[in-house]
Structure formats: C-alpha cells, structure tokens
C-alpha cells in the first residue's frame, strides 16, 4: 500500500542520482555525527531511503549512540535494525588525543576498549573499523611527536587485544596535519592494528594537493572522509561536499585509478551543523546528490 509517507518519501528521493548500478569499488556513507539531534531510527532510515550504503555510528559524548547509554538488547536491537535497512556500518567515531596526563590516557584505553565492544556486538563476524584524530597543536610537533608515538603504540595494543582496527586522522588543526607527520607516527607504532582515515579537506586548506597526498596514505588507507571547503589554514571552513571547491569528480577518478576498494563517509563538520537551521536530513540529502552526481561523471 502506497501511503501518503511514503508517497512523500518516494518523491523527494526521486531527483536524487543513483550509484547503485555502476559503483566502482567503494560506496558512500553517511557519519551520524551530522545527525546527532535526529533519533537514532529516524536518522537510519533516513540514510537507507537516500541511497547511502552504510553509516558511521558516533561514539562521542552526547550522542545518543555513546556505549554506555546501548544496553544489551539496544545492541541487538541496532543490529537488527541495521540488517532490516540494508545498511553497514563503515566505522565507530571516537574522538581522542594523545597530547593528554596519564589519566586522561587511561581513560582513552578504556574507551577504546569499550567501542571495540561495541563493534563487535553491532557486527560479530566483521567489526567495522574505530576512527579518530590525534589532537595536539602543529606548532607542538617537533616537542610532542615521540610521547605521541608512544602513546599510539599504548592504542595498538589495546586494538589488538580487543581485535580491531584503529584508522587515525591527520587535522589540519592538529600536531599531526600533513601526511608526512602521519607516516612517521605509524612508522614509530608499526602495528597491524592501525591505519589511515583520509580526509583530503584537512589538507586541501594548507594548499596540498590531492593526488600526492592520496597517493602517499592510500596504501594505507581503509577509511575515507569526505567534506568540501573554503579559506586557509588560518582561516578555514569546512562546507558539506558540493558547496566549495573540492572537485570530487576528479578525486573519485583518482580513487577508481588507485583501486581503492573502501567506505567513502560523508562527515558534517561540527562548523556546519552547530549553524543556526542546520537541516541534518536536507544536508544528507544535498550531499548525497552532490556525490552521487560526481561519482557518475568519474
């Protein structure tokens, strides 16, 4: 039966491109870190109905998907919810530094330890990845770099023993910012357990661009974010992809060219969506036509 819902919902989706025909080794995601004021139900359906492929699940505090606050059947309940849509889950946001005291450390190790609970839990036979930044200034660099190394090490322990894989960022408003500084940290915790989360937005304000620095992390790379943006880096802002000058036909070319065979999330950047009328379903939307549209002209 046809009903008005979705009636409603069929038309809005219908002048949205499809991928699903002809995607060329990596699909598009959707982080619910843009959706943090929608229902967790309301937020899945959403991304299955536009199209997206899979979701990164927000792990942050005053999110509504936090570990503590998903019971044992909440878990079981995401999970079947999430075979129901059809949906993956590409990756598990949690936001940590290893510019922080002792405690603070420790108390990273736990939740590390805690979100690879979770992502068994959501996904017993393949745990989606957990993503994070690194913190940390880039003037600190040269004074911070080894104890972050020896903290990342401390991280790859922890993710082997609790069989997971760690995928770290470089930020342009972090110690490490360039692809130069990331490599060296993973060269310092060499570990299985760790990889790369790409985001060409955080290098394409310090004026890099993008086919060397895709092509020195791709190797290892198993996570990617995408977000479009405008300025420097002394003044920069992060726009949902479509809306600057990022030229996504071109990089998802590259991406085919190179093989990459991965999940592609879109990230709502915190500048975005704490803007007075930030739409979180419109933005979904208006990205995945954006991506949608240049995938197919790559």
Same mark, same amino acid.
């Given at each position: 039966?046809?009903?008005?819902?979705?009636?409603?919902?069929?038309?809005?989706?219908?002048?949205?491109?499809?991928?699903?025909?002809?995607? %060329?080794?990596?699909?598009?995601?959707?982080?619910?870190?843009?959706?943090?004021?929608? %229902?967790?139900?309301?937020?899945?359906?959403?991304?299955?109905?536009?199209?997206?492929?899979?979701?990164?699940?927000?792990?942050?505090?005053?999110? %509504?998907?936090?570990?503590?606050?998903?019971?044992? #059947?909440?878990?079981?309940?995401?999970?079947?919810?999430?075979?129901?849509?059809?949906?993956?889950?590409?990756?598990?946001?949690?936001?940590?530094?290893? @510019?922080?005291?002792?405690?603070?450390?420790?108390?990273?190790?736990?939740?590390?330890?805690?979100?690879?609970?979770? #992502?068994?839990?959501?996904?017993?036979?393949?745990?989606?990845?957990?993503?994070?930044?690194?913190?940390?200034?880039?003037?600190?660099?040269?004074?911070?770099?080894?104890?972050?190394?020896?903290?990342?090490?401390?991280?790859?322990?922890?993710? &082997?023993?609790?069989?997971?894989?760690?995928?770290?960022?470089?930020?342009?408003?972090?110690? @490490?910012?360039?692809?130069?500084?990331?490599?060296?940290?993973?060269?310092?915790?060499?570990?299985?357990?760790?990889?790369?989360?790409?985001?060409?937005?955080?290098?394409?304000?310090?004026?890099?661009?993008?086919?060397?620095?895709?092509?020195?992390?791709?190797?290892?790379?198993?996570?990617?974010? @995408?977000?479009? &943006?405008?300025?420097?880096?002394?003044?920069?802002?992060?726009?949902?992809?479509?809306?600057?000058?990022?030229?996504?036909?071109?990089?998802?070319?590259?991406?085919?060219?190179?093989?990459?065979?991965?999940?592609?999330?879109?990230?709502?950047?915190?500048?975005?969506?704490?803007? %007075?009328?930030?739409?979180?379903? #419109?933005? #979904?939307?208006?990205?995945?036509?954006?991506?949608?549209?240049?995938?197919?002209?790559?």
């Amino acid at each position: 039966m046809l009903t008005r819902r979705r009636f409603l919902a069929t038309t809005a989706l219908a002048t949205l491109p499809t991928l699903r025909a002809a995607e %060329p080794g990596f699909t598009l995601g959707f982080s619910l870190y843009g959706m943090k004021t929608v %229902p967790l139900d309301d937020a899945l359906r959403t991304c299955a109905e536009i199209g997206y492929r899979h979701v990164e699940i927000a792990l942050n505090s005053g999110f %509504p998907t936090e570990p503590k606050l998903l019971d044992a #059947a909440a878990r079981k309940a995401l999970r079947e919810r999430l075979a129901a849509l059809k949906l993956g889950i590409s990756g598990l946001m949690v936001n940590m530094s290893l @510019v922080v005291k002792d405690d603070a450390h420790a108390a990273n190790l736990a939740a590390l330890k805690e979100a690879a609970q979770l #992502a068994h839990d959501l996904a017993p036979e393949n745990p989606p990845l957990i993503e994070t930044v690194l913190g940390g200034k880039p003037a600190e660099w040269d004074a911070i770099k080894d104890s972050m190394a020896a903290r990342l090490r401390d991280w790859a322990e922890a993710a &082997t023993a609790a069989k997971i894989t760690l995928a770290v960022k470089a930020h342009v408003g972090s110690a @490490v910012n360039s692809p130069e500084r990331l490599l060296w940290l993973l060269e310092k915790a060499p570990s299985p357990a760790l990889c790369v989360a790409y985001d060409f937005s955080h290098f394409e304000v310090q004026g890099l661009a993008l086919a060397p620095t895709l092509d020195a992390l791709l190797p290892r790379t198993k996570f990617i974010h @995408v977000k479009d &943006t405008q300025g420097d880096a002394s003044k920069f802002q992060f726009l949902l992809p479509g809306e600057g000058r990022t030229d996504y036909a071109a990089y998802f070319k590259l991406l085919r060219e190179r093989g990459y065979r991965g999940p592609v999330v879109v990230e709502v950047s915190a500048q975005v969506f704490n803007k %007075p009328g930030y739409d979180p379903i #419109a933005a #979904a939307k208006k990205c995945y036509a954006a991506l949608s549209t240049a995938m197919a002209k790559a």
